[in-house]
């Protein structure tokens, strides 16, 4: 088992929808999570960051963390073309840090 | 937020030829970089860790006397790919953990590598 699990996608939403990734993880051991996003042959551009259970917004883009259940979710509301790439959680613990292995989003005009 | 800069953005060599991929935190100091490498479609693939003042640490089955790193600044870190062969031929993202109280790790542009 991965100590962190991404469904690779590909997530095909049409515009305006709310969109929803996730991560599971398996190690009590993490604190920080994060979530970035990557367009293709670009490096990975962070969003969101937290590091406690709970929701925490920053635009259209809402983070959830759930510990108890060792659960991560990305809410994007009003989606846009322009949204469409790869979606990646990372979760670290220490010096230990350890990415999903990405979704794809598609938003559809 | 923090800026990491990685030059170049796209390479194209010869085989047998080195390359050099720079590193830079911009605007925080960087103890501990990463690089990583990248095939189309998939994630990210850690290579190793590169520490400031001391030699970087080698994911199993990354050659470290193929990708040489050298990280000789809280600024600047180096990833160098000697005697680059076809099967080199990747995207390469370095990032860096900007330390401190809610640290957080940024990423640079990436670079292409193209070996003919």
């Known amino acids: 088992q991965k100590e962190v699990e991404q469904d690779p996608g590909p997530l095909s939403v049409p515009e305006g929808a709310i969109v929803s990734l996730n991560c599971t993880y398996s190690n009590s051991a993490f604190q920080y999570f994060m979530w970035y996003r990557q367009y293709s042959r670009k490096g990975p551009e962070l969003l969101m960051y937290?590091?406690?259970?709970g929701n925490k917004e920053d635009g259209r883009f809402t983070a959830q963390v759930d510990k108890s259940s060792k659960y991560i979710s990305l809410f994007i509301r009003d989606s846009q073309p322009s949204d469409s790439a790869t979606y990646l959680c990372?979760?670290?613990?220490?010096?230990?840090?350890?990415f999903g292995g990405g979704t794809r989003l598609m938003v559809k005009p | 937020g923090a800026v990491v800069s990685q030059h170049p953005s796209r390479v194209i060599c010869k085989s047998g030829t080195s390359v050099k991929i720079e590193c830079r935190s911009l605007?925080?100091?960087?103890?501990?970089m990463f690089w990583y490498r990248q095939f189309p479609k998939q994630s990210l693939m850690l290579m190793a860790t590169s520490n400031e003042g001391s030699k970087a640490t080698y994911e199993q089955g990354v050659e470290k006397d193929k990708f040489l790193i050298n990280h000789a600044s809280l600024t600047l870190s180096t990833l160098t790919v000697t005697s680059a062969h076809p099967e080199d031929s990747s995207f390469y993202i370095c990032?860096?953990?900007?330390?401190?109280?809610?640290?957080?790790?940024?990423f640079g542009s990436g670079t292409q590598l193209s070996v003919l």
């Open positions: 937290t590091y406690s259970s």
């Open positions: 605007d925080f100091q960087a103890t501990t």
């Open positions: 990372a979760i670290k613990a220490g010096n230990m840090l350890t």
């Open positions: 990032s860096a953990i900007t330390g401190g109280v809610g640290e957080k790790l940024f």
